[in-house]
């Protein structure tokens, strides 16, 4: 017995696919929210739910070869990894300044550590 239709489920799935394809657009202008991985996250739900969301981002001139080799291959250039990481420490260090909280700062300080470390774990491709 199933809960949902498949009808009500695609588009949930394509919804949140659009949801995140607006967070991945504002983070391309805001340097605390990531792109990429909404833009992935987008291309993941529209996978069963929207073959023309899916097929708009993996053909996106600036975004397409970084999600396309994300889903492939779990990799990403030396060059998307150093504007990752670039971005991430940039848009962390102008919010903890910011926000003047400690704590804040701290769970901030955590959270860029952990998204290095992912980043610097995952394979490198030409």
Known sequence: MKIFSDSFRRTLLKIGACICIVLGIIGAVLPVIPTTPFLILATILSYNSSPRIRQWLLDHPVFGDTIQRYLENRSITVTV????????????TISICLMGSFWIGIV????????TLYLLRLPRCK
């Open 81 to 92: 990894l150093r504007r990752a990481l670039i971005t991430l420490w940039a848009g962390l």
């Open 108 to 115: 901030l300080l955590l959270t860029g550590g952990l998204v």
